[in-house]
C-alpha cells in the first residue's frame, strides 16, 4: 500500500479530479449518488495520502531526499517544461491534511447543504478545489504549479459566489479572483523571470541553481526583483496586508467552503509555496525580512480588526488572517518548520472553528451577528464544547495543538532578533501582541455566542450528525495535533525544516508568556463579556473611544480607500484616457475616414458616365505612360531616333 | 539578269505607286469619315476607305480577304450603315455628325499617338522572313481554317448566331432593318 | 534603293488609319459616328496583320486568318452596335453619347 501510494502518489488529485467530471457530467441529477460520488473518491484520495504521508515519515531517506519523479510535458529548442511528483515530508504532509480537511468539509456538506438545488453541484466543485490544491502540493515544476494554483483560484471563485442569487456573494467571489490575480500577475512575472534567468522551472534543479545565481550572471538586485515578485503571489493568495481584502468578504460562500478555503486549501498555498520557494528567499535578505515584516504586521493588524467584528464568521476571517501573518512571519524569520506547523494545526482548529460556527448559522438561520447570540452551549453542547477546543487551541493554551506551533514561532522570532537582528524584537512584539488578541477576541466571541443569557432563539437545536461527526474528529486532532511538535520530542522540525534540522532547547520563560498572554486575552474577555451580563464596560469602552472602535470596526477603513484609489484615480485616469480616446485616437480614425469619403464625395464628379471621356483619359494615359516610361528608360526616345 | 533585276525594280516601282495611291485614297476617306458634318457622307467616305482597303490586301498577297473585305464591308457592313443612319436620324441630315469640344484634346492627342506609334514604326529595324505569299491564298487558307482553326471557326459561328438572335430581340419591333450578316 | 516596300510603310498607314479612328471615337457626338470610327480602327489592325503575314509569316497565314476572324467579329459588333443604338434611339430619342450618361455618381 505505501510502496503504491508513493508510486503513484498522482492518483491523490486525480481521484477527486474525476469524481468532479463524474458529477458533472453523469451524476448531477442525484443529488445524494453525487455527494456519495464525491466523498468516495475524496476518502480513497485520502487513504493513499495518509499511506503516502506514513511511508515517507518513517522512512527517513525520502525526508532527506524527496521522492521526485517527472516526465516531459512541453518542449522546444532551448525550453522544456517537464511535469512531475515532488513529495517530500513537507507536502506529504500537505497532501494528508488537505484530503483529511477536505474529506472532514464534505462529510460536513451533506448536512449542511441538505436541501440546496445546486447541490450535486457544490460538491463537484468541492472536488475540484480539493484536487487543485493537492496537485499545487505536489508539483515539481512551477509552471505546473501555476497552473494549480491558478485553477484554486478559479473554485474559490466559484464557492464564493455560490449563492449567484446573492449580490454580495457574486461582487465578493469577484472580488476575491480580482484581487488574487493582482498577485498571480506578479508571481507570473517571476516565473518567467526565474526561467529566463535560470532556464528551469524545475523545483529541484532551481534550488540547485539559484544559490549561485552570481556565477550564473544574475544580479542581486533582479534575484531580489524576482524573489518580491514572486511574493506578490503569495501575499494575495494567502491574504496578506495589503492585499487581504477578499478574505473577509470571502465569507459570502457557504460555510463548508469558509472552512476549506481558510483552513486547508487555499490561503495556506501561499504560506506553501513561500516554504518551497524559500531557498529563493534566503538567497535575498531583504526579501525575507519583507516576508517577516508584512506576516508580523498582518498578525497584529488582522487581529485589532478581528476585536470589533459582529459577524461570526467575519471573526473568524480576520483571524485567519492574522494566523496567516504567523505563518509569513515565520517563514520571514527563517523557519520553515516553524510556519508549517502553525500551518499544519491551524487547518484543523480553523477548519473546526468555521464548521461549528456554520453549525451555529444552520441552526439560527444563517443571523451572523455575535451580539444576538448567547447560551448556545446548552442546546448545541457538541458544536459549543468542539469550538471552545478550537477557541483553547488557537489561544495557545497547552497542550491544544495551537500552543506548540505559536510557541515555536515565538521561539523562532526572538532567536531570529537575539542572532543581531534588531526588527526581530518588533517583530516578536507584534507576535506576542497578536497572540494576547486572538485569545480576546476568540474567547469574546465564545463567551457571546455560547455562554450568557440566552437570546430569542426558539428552534435551536444541535445539528445532525453528519455535521457534528468532522467536528469532533477534528477536536481531537486540534487537541493532539501539536503533539509532535513539542520542545522536548520535536518530531516535526527533523522531518520538515529548510538547511538543518532545527532543535531549540525548550525555552520555558517564552512558554510561560505565551501561556499568560493567552489567558490575560481569556481572562479580558471573561470579564468583559462573560461575567458582565449586559456588557456595560465593553460599550462604554467602545463609546470612549469612538475613534479607535470605529477605526478597528471599518477594519481601518481599508475597503474605502481601496474603493476612493478604483473611483477617484483609476476611474479618473480612465476618463483621461477615455477622453484620449475619444479624441485623439478616434479622432484620427474619423478623421481618416472623413478624408477617405470627402476625397470620395470629390473625386466621384470624374464619374461622368460618358463613355468617352473615359477613353479620352485612356488613351491620354497610354500616350503619358509610353513616353514616361520611354524616358525613363535612359531617353529611350532619342535612341529610337537614332535607330538606323 | 539585268533585264530581271530591272524588271524587279519596275514592279517595286509599281507596288509603290500603288501603295501611295491607295494610302492616299484610304487617308483621304478616312479624313472625311470623321470630319464631315453629314453623316450620311462620312458613310458613304466609308465605302470608300473600305475599297481602298481592299487594295491595300491586294497590295499584301491576300487576295480572298481584299474580296471579304469587299463583300462584308463595302457590301453588307456601309449598307447596314445607312440603313441604321436612316433609322435613326428622321430629321435633316446637313447637321448630323456633330463633333464634341473634346477633339480639342482629342486632336492633339491622336496626333501625337500617331508621331509616336510612326516614330517608333519607321525606326524599327524590321527583319524579314524569307519566303513569298503563295498565290492563290484562298486554297491555303481552306486547310488552315477548317483543320487548325477549326474550333475558333466554329466558335465564331456559335458567335454570329447569338448576335443575330440577341439583335432580333433587341430590335424586336422593327422586323425588316436590313440584316445581312 | 528607296523603292521596296517595307512593313514600315504599311505600320506608318495603319498608324494614321488607327489614330483617325480614334479621334472620330472621341470626338463624335453621334453614336454611329462613333461606330464607323470603331471600324476604321479594325481596319487599320487588319492592314497590321495582313502586313505582318506578308513579311514575317508568309506560309503560315496566320495574320489573315485572323484578319477574317477580326471581320467577322467587327460585322457582329456592327449589327449589334447598331441594334443597340437604334433600341436607345426608340426609347430614349437620342443617338448622342453624351446623353447617355445614366451611369455617373
Redesign the interface.
Given at each position: 500500500m505505501i510502496e503504491f501510494a508513493l508510486n503513484y502518489a498522482w492518483l491523490v488529485p486525480l481521484l477527486p479530479v474525476l469524481s468532479f467530471l463524474t458529477i458533472v457530467f453523469l451524476t448531477r441529477p442525484w443529488a445524494r449518488l453525487s455527494s456519495a460520488v464525491a466523498i468516495g473518491a475524496m476518502l480513497g484520495s485520502f487513504l493513499l495520502a495518509s499511506s503516502l504521508a506514513w511511508g515517507v515519515f518513517t522512512n527517513p531517506a525520502f525526508i532527506e531526499e524527496p521522492l521526485h519523479y517527472s516526465l516531459r510535458w512541453l518542449g522546444m529548442e532551448g525550453f522544456t517544461v517537464n511535469a512531475g511528483i515532488l513529495i517530500d515530508p513537507a507536502s506529504a504532509m500537505m497532501l494528508f491534511m488537505v484530503s483529511l480537511v477536505a474529506l472532514l468539509v464534505q462529510i460536513y456538506s451533506t448536512g449542511y447543504m441538505k436541501g440546496d438545488p445546486h447541490y450535486s453541484l457544490f460538491f463537484a466543485y468541492l472536488s475540484l478545489f480539493a484536487a487543485s490544491m493537492l496537485g499545487l502540493v505536489i508539483s515539481s515544476n512551477l509552471l505546473q504549479m501555476f497552473i494549480f494554483w491558478e485553477l484554486v483560484g478559479l473554485c474559490s471563485y466559484l464557492l464564493i459566489g455560490f449563492y449567484t442569487y446573492k449580490v454580495s456573494a457574486r461582487e465578493a467571489a469577484k472580488k476575491a479572483f480580482i484581487t488574487t490575480r493582482i498577485g498571480d500577475f506578479g508571481m507570473l512575472l517571476g516565473i518567467l523571470f526565474l526561467q529566463i534567468q535560470f532556464n528551469t522551472l524545475d523545483l529541484l534543479e532551481l534550488a540547485a541553481v539559484i544559490p549561485n545565481f552570481a556565477q550564473l550572471g544574475v544580479s542581486l538586485g533582479l534575484l531580489t526583483l524576482i524573489a518580491i515578485l514572486f511574493f506578490l503571489g503569495p501575499v494575495a493568495k494567502s491574504g496578506q496586508f495589503p492585499l487581504h481584502v477578499w478574505l473577509p468578504d470571502a465569507m459570502e460562500g457557504p460555510t463548508p467552503v469558509s472552512a476549506l478555503i481558510h483552513a486547508a486549501t487555499m490561503v495556506v498555498a501561499g504560506v506553501y509555496l513561500v516554504g518551497r520557494m524559500l531557498f529563493l528567499f534566503v538567497e535575498v535578505p531583504g526579501s525575507l525580512t519583507v516576508v517577516a515584516f508584512i506576516g508580523a504586521f498582518t498578525a497584529l493588524f488582522a487581529a485589532t480588526i478581528a476585536v470589533t467584528q459582529r459577524e461570526i464568521k467575519r471573526i473568524l476571517a480576520y483571524s485567519t488572517v492574522s494566523q496567516l501573518g504567523y505563518m509569513m512571519l515565520a517563514l520571514g524569520v527563517g523557519s520553515l518548520s516553524a510556519s508549517l506547523f502553525h500551518l499544519w494545526t491551524h487547518a484543523f482548529f480553523k477548519a473546526l472553528m468555521f464548521l461549528a460556527a456554520g453549525s451555529v448559522l444552520h441552526a439560527l438561520h444563517n443571523k451572523a451577528d455575535v451580539w444576538e447570540m448567547g447560551g448556545l452551549i446548552r442546546k448545541m453542547p457538541i458544536t459549543g464544547w468542539t469550538f471552545v477546543v478550537g477557541g483553547l487551541a488557537i489561544a495557545g493554551i497547552p497542550p491544544f495543538a495551537g500552543f506548540w506551533s505559536k510557541d515555536e514561532i515565538l521561539l523562532v522570532t526572538w532567536e531570529y532578533a537575539r542572532h543581531g537582528h534588531a526588527l526581530g524584537y518588533l517583530f516578536f512584539a507584534f507576535a506576542a501582541l497578536t497572540a494576547f488578541l486572538t485569545a480576546f477576541y476568540i474567547w469574546r466571541l465564545i463567551f457571546l455566542v455560547f455562554f450568557g443569557p440566552e437570546k430569542a432563539n426558539d428552534h435551536v437545536h444541535e445539528s445532525p450528525l453528519s455535521m457534528t461527526l468532522p467536528l469532533l474528529v477534528l477536536a481531537v486532532l486540534s487537541g493532539v495535533a501539536g503533539l509532535i511538535g513539542t520542545p522536548w520530542t520535536n518530531l516535526w522540525s527533523t522531518w520538515i525544516h529548510f538547511g538543518d534540522a532545527h532543535s531549540g532547547e525548550p525555552a520555558y520563560l517564552l512558554m510561560l508568556l505565551s501561556v499568560v498572554l493567552a489567558l490575560a486575552g481569556i481572562g479580558l474577555a471573561f470579564i468583559l463579556y462573560c461575567k458582565d451580563q449586559d456588557k456595560q464596560a465593553a460599550r462604554s469602552l467602545a463609546k470612549k473611544y469612538p475613534a479607535l472602535y470605529n477605526l478597528s470596526y471599518r477594519k481601518y477603513y481599508i475597503d474605502e480607500a481601496y474603493t476612493w484609489f478604483t473611483r477617484k484615480i483609476v476611474d479618473g485616469g480612465a476618463k483621461v484616457i477615455y477622453l484620449f480616446d475619444i479624441y485623439l485616437v478616434d479622432g484620427v480614425v474619423n478623421g481618416l475616414a472623413a478624408l477617405t469619403k470627402g476625397s470620395g464625395q470629390g473625386l466621384k464628379y470624374l464619374q461622368t458616365g460618358k463613355l468617352q471621356t473615359y477613353a479620352l483619359i485612356f488613351f491620354l494615359a497610354v500616350l503619358v505612360l509610353t513616353v514616361a516610361f520611354n524616358l525613363d528608360s535612359a531617353n529611350a526616345l532619342a535612341h529610337l531616333g537614332g535607330v538606323k | 539578269m539585268k533585264q530581271l533585276q530591272g524588271c524587279a525594280?519596275m514592279e517595286?516601282?509599281l507596288?509603290?505607286i500603288a501603295?501611295f495611291l491607295l494610302?492616299g485614297s484610304?487617308?483621304t476617306g478616312?479624313?472625311m469619315?470623321?470630319t464631315l458634318k453629314n453623316?450620311v457622307n462620312?458613310?458613304l467616305s466609308?465605302i470608300v476607305?473600305?475599297f481602298s482597303?481592299a487594295g491595300?490586301?491586294i497590295?499584301?498577297?491576300?487576295d480572298?480577304?481584299a474580296a471579304?473585305?469587299v463583300l462584308?464591308?463595302a457590301g453588307?457592313?456601309c449598307i447596314?450603315?445607312v440603313f441604321?443612319?436612316m433609322?435613326?436620324?428622321r430629321k435633316d441630315m446637313r447637321e448630323?455628325?456633330?463633333?464634341?469640344r473634346?477633339?480639342l484634346?482629342?486632336?492633339p492627342?491622336?496626333?501625337?499617338?500617331?508621331l509616336?506609334?510612326?516614330?517608333?514604326?519607321?525606326?524599327?529595324?524590321?527583319v524579314?522572313?524569307a519566303?513569298?505569299?503563295?498565290e492563290n491564298?484562298i486554297e491555303?487558307?481552306a486547310p488552315?481554317?477548317l483543320r487548325d482553326?477549326v474550333i475558333?471557326f466554329e466558335a465564331?459561328a456559335i458567335?454570329?448566331t447569338v448576335?443575330?438572335t440577341?439583335?432580333l430581340l433587341?430590335?424586336k419591333?422593327?422586323k425588316d432593318?436590313g440584316?445581312s450578316? | 534603293m528607296a523603292g521596296a516596300l517595307n512593313p514600315s510603310y504599311f505600320v506608318v498607314l495603319s498608324a494614321a488609319l488607327f489614330t483617325i479612328g480614334i479621334y472620330g471615337a472621341l470626338s463624335k457626338k453621334n453614336a454611329i459616328a462613333v461606330l464607323i470610327s470603331i471600324e476604321l480602327m479594325l481596319g487599320a489592325v487588319n492592314i497590321n496583320l495582313v502586313a505582318f503575314n506578308k513579311y514575317f509569316t508568309p506560309e503560315a497565314f496566320s495574320g489573315q486568318i485572323f484578319a477574317i476572324f477580326v471581320i467577322t467579329v467587327a460585322a457582329v459588333e456592327v449589327g449589334l452596335g447598331l441594334a443597340l443604338i437604334i433600341a436607345l434611339c426608340r426609347r430614349r430619342n437620342t443617338t448622342a453619347l453624351d446623353d447617355l450618361d445614366w451611369l455617373k455618381w
Open positions: - | 525594280d517595286n516601282s507596288e509603290l501603295f494610302a484610304l487617308l478616312a479624313l469619315v470623321v453623316l462620312s458613310v466609308l476607305v473600305f482597303l491595300i490586301f497590295l499584301l498577297n491576300a480572298f480577304l471579304v473585305q462584308v464591308y453588307g457592313v447596314m450603315l441604321g443612319v433609322l435613326v436620324q448630323s455628325n456633330p463633333v464634341n473634346r477633339f484634346i482629342a486632336a492627342l491622336t496626333g501625337a499617338l500617331f509616336l506609334i510612326g516614330l517608333v514604326a519607321a525606326k524599327s529595324p524590321w524579314k522572313e519566303g513569298e505569299v503563295p491564298t491555303h487558307l488552315i481554317l482553326y475558333p465564331v458567335l454570329l448576335a443575330l440577341g439583335v433587341l430590335v419591333e422593327v432593318n440584316r450578316s | -
